[in-house]
């Protein structure tokens, strides 16, 4: 079996494995203010640089400036940040980045990197006029003079005041006096699923349902692929 068979067998491997926890993905957005708010969610603001399909998806609602604009409107609530501290003492932050330790990202990559349509979809979306005149045309729009009336409302300074005495602030501040949040974060590090399709090649025994087979040689194979260092001569 040569290089380009071994390479063929772990990419196929890694497909396999990331259609198997496809269903668990989160769905994509499909309104600036649903972008904005996935953007700002420490669970779930990787998920766009696992897959480049997501990559696509996020890089053309970057061009939007609505979702710009939505940011910069959920950035003036405070609860949007209490939202962003809840989810960093959320396992499932662990897990949105610990899954970049997933074979099947790099592997997933790789196949996009020697994609033509994926390099050709970018190059579309940094070509395309529409985008442009949509920036363009974005400090004109309601929106946006909206945003800047609303840095002139009391109200919004009055919210900032109040918000450390708010009970969604007191609730986040009092987690980390919780043991069941270090129990969580515990059982977090040692479930497979944290871990991606990595952990669940570990989990998964070969012939279980579900399993996916893994040839012992096959892995030897590849180790020998590696170059040796050189031994350095004695002193």
């Known amino acids: 079996m040569n290089r380009m068979s071994l390479l063929f067998v772990a990419l196929t491997s890694a497909g396999l494995v990331a259609s198997a926890i496809a269903a668990d993905a989160p769905a994509t957005p499909t309104t600036p203010q649903e972008w904005a708010g996935k953007m700002l969610d420490p669970t779930q603001n990787a998920a766009a640089f696992k897959d480049p399909a997501a990559f696509q998806q996020w890089t053309n609602a970057i061009m939007n400036p609505a979702t710009s604009m939505a940011m910069m409107q959920q950035g003036m609530d405070p609860n949007t940040t209490l939202r962003m501290l809840s989810g960093m003492m959320n396992p499932a932050s662990m897990q949105n980045y610990m899954q970049f330790t997933d074979p099947s990202v790099a592997m997933k990559w790789m196949a996009a990197g020697m994609d033509p349509r994926f390099a050709t979809a970018l190059i579309s979306q940094g070509i395309n006029p529409n985008a442009y005149l949509n920036m363009m045309a974005a400090p004109l729009s309601?929106?946006?003079?909206?945003?800047?009336?609303?840095?002139?409302?009391?109200?919004?300074?009055?919210?900032?005041?109040?918000?450390?005495?708010?009970?969604?602030?007191?609730?986040?501040?009092?987690?980390?006096?919780?043991?069941?949040?270090?129990?969580?974060?515990?059982?977090?590090?040692?479930?497979?699923?944290?871990?991606?399709?990595?952990?669940?090649?570990?989990?998964?025994?070969?012939?279980?349902?579900?399993?996916?087979?893994?040839?012992?040689?096959?892995?030897?194979?590849?180790?020998?692929?590696?170059?040796?260092p050189a031994a350095q001569p004695g002193r």
């Not at 929106?143 to 009970?167: E, F």
């Not at 012939?207 to 170059?227: E, T, V």
């Open 142 to 228: 309601p929106q946006m003079m909206g945003l800047g009336t609303q840095m002139l409302n009391p109200a919004m300074y009055g919210n900032w005041m109040g918000a450390p005495m708010s009970p969604n602030a007191v609730n986040t501040m009092m987690a980390p006096m919780n043991p069941n949040l270090y129990t969580n974060w515990l059982g977090a590090g040692m479930n497979p699923a944290t871990y991606g399709s990595w952990g669940q090649m570990l989990n998964m025994p070969a012939g279980q349902a579900g399993g996916i087979p893994i040839d012992p040689a096959l892995l030897m194979k590849l180790m020998q692929m590696m170059p040796v």
